[in-house]
């Protein structure tokens, strides 16, 4: 979608459809106010309406979309209505829209810019599978938005540019996840690695096949990739090693593009859904392209493990002592607890960058949906003020995250007799206990593991920019992250 940001009043712009995102006490124009007196709209948040006002210069058509009440309008409160609005005209059927947010809005313009093109760009998202015969009315797109203003053209602008970098980064994992298993095996999803290099060539990516894994000793990878036809990959892709001073954060995203559990097979109930287990690196190839997009002076290291957990005559098998890249040991006593297994080996090789920080994400456990549910990512850091930002960016970001302990009575936990860990330990605190797992393979690096297993994937649409399948959960947050860092 092309977003412009002009000079303007867009309920005095001629224009086949306007939109006015206005709140509660909002004063408008004599044509418009009607509905407002006439109760039909009141401006509560994501309310719309459609008004014909019948006079000369002004748009033939106006939708009005509700902010809510007029305290406490923040950047959440546009997104939302923005993505509102996108669905609203979209159904509308017209190719072209105006747009104008109430002028009293007391939100940074550069906020406000990037809001709106959030919620435009990640409103708009649809994902019609392997669908047939779609209607022209059914595919119509917004082609274009001019976003009118009264001021502060350029940073808007700026905003803008901004928001349509993460939400296309955000949108690029939402993709990813909806994609069956089926058409993205370990080495197709290594190939959207390298088409995502071809059209972003200031990211470099390398990827490992298994002949390459085998002879430098990956086991976790290959241990969980052997019960499947399609060989596991480890992928690479580096950004701004030029940024002399700059800070290196390693981006470590759980590949698994399909879990059905393995021996320990899962029940058949939702199976399907386990296409999102390759999430957080989903999450990774989105926040590469945005951070790629944007431009940010940072060294940005994205590792990917992948491979798919299944059932057959080679799987690995309860039981088995797996060595790992790094050297450790460990025992498997669930074949299902797969992403920790093969994250070992993508924590480890973090390390040769000497990173500034490692954060991690992975739609690790069940556990972590009935802690927090679909609303807020799992955050567990071996440094708070790592934790913190996360944590911060997730407030700022609306991509919410929050933080579980990582005390030493769970680490106790993961230990092994017959090993240096083992992968299972029980019901009891499921989610931390596999971010202790996972924190004895980052050394001695700062480092965060984001649990996205409850907010990769909705059931069901959460918010008017949330649609249901792949929610792109952690794009947002992580940028933020990374752009706070640099700022
Ligand atoms: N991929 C799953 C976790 C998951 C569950 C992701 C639901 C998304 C939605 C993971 O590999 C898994 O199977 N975890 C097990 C771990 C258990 C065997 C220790 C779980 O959470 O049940
Ligand atoms: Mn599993
Ligand atoms: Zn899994």
């Known amino acids: 979608m092309q977003i412009s940001v002009q000079g303007g009043d867009v309920l005095a712009t001629s224009s086949g459809l306007a939109v006015a995102l206005v709140h509660d006490a909002t004063t408008l124009p004599k044509v418009i106010a009607a509905a407002f007196e006439a109760g039909d709209f009141t401006g509560a948040a994501n309310q719309s309406l459609m008004v014909y006002p019948r006079s000369k210069g002004a748009p033939s058509r106006v939708l009005l979309v509700g902010l809510g009440a007029k305290k406490g309008i923040d950047a959440e409160r546009i997104r939302q209505a923005a993505a509102t609005a996108v669905r609203q005209a979209r159904g509308a059927q017209v190719a072209d829209i105006t747009l104008g947010v109430a002028t009293d809005v007391a939100l940074p313009a550069a906020a406000l810019g990037q809001a709106l093109a959030e919620g435009l760009e990640l409103g708009a998202y649809r994902w019609f599978g392997g669908r047939t015969g779609i209607s022209d009315a059914e595919s119509h797109e917004i082609a274009s938005v001019t976003v009118l203003t009264g001021k502060q053209i350029k940073a808007l602008g700026e905003g803008v540019a901004v928001g349509q970098a993460i939400a296309g980064g955000t949108n690029f994992a939402r993709d990813l ?59 690479i892709m580096e950004y701004g090693k030029q940024f002399k001073g700059a800070p290196t954060v390693c981006l470590v995203g759980k590949g698994l593009t399909f879990d059905s559990g393995g021996l320990n097979i899962k029940p058949a109930e939702g199976m399907e859904t386990m296409k999102n287990d390759m999430g957080g690196s989903a999450a990774v190839f989105g926040t590469m392209q945005a951070v790629a997009d944007l431009g940010l002076e940072i060294h940005l290291v994205g590792l990917v493990p992948s491979a798919e957990n299944m059932p057959s005559g080679r799987s690995y098998r309860p039981g088995d002592v797996v060595t790992t890249l790094s050297g450790k040991t460990i025992e498997i006593l669930n074949t299902d607890a797969e992403g920790r297994v093969i994250l070992s080996d993508g924590l480890h090789f973090a390390g040769r960058y000497k990173p500034n920080a490692i954060v991690e994400l992975s739609t690790l456990t069940g556990a972590v949906i009935i802690a927090l549910g679909n609303v807020a990512t799992a955050v567990m850091a071996t440094d708070q003020s790592l934790a913190d930002q996360l944590v911060a960016a997730g407030q700022s970001s609306g991509d919410k995250a929050w933080q579980l302990p990582l005390w030493d009575e769970y680490h106790q936990m993961v230990k092994s007799e017959n090993a240096d860990l083992r992968n299972l330990a029980g019901r009891a605190a499921g989610s931390i206990t596999a971010g202790a797992f996972l924190s004895a393979f980052a050394g001695k690096y700062p480092f965060a593991h984001l649990d996205i297993a409850g907010t990769a994937w909705l059931d069901a649409p959460t918010k008017p920019y949330l649609p249901k399948g792949g929610s792109g959960a952690g794009v947002r947050l992580v940028t933020e992250f990374l752009r706070n860092l640099t700022a």
């Open 177 to 235: 996840v909806n994609t069956p298993g089926v058409d993205k095996t370990p080495p197709q999803l290594a190939q959207r690695a390298v088409e995502l290099g071809e059209r972003m060539p200031s990211i470099e990516v390398t990827v490992y096949d298994e002949v390459r894994l085998e002879k430098e000793g990956f086991g976790g990878i290959l241990a969980v990739g052997k019960g499947s036809d399609s060989p596991p990959r480890f992928i």
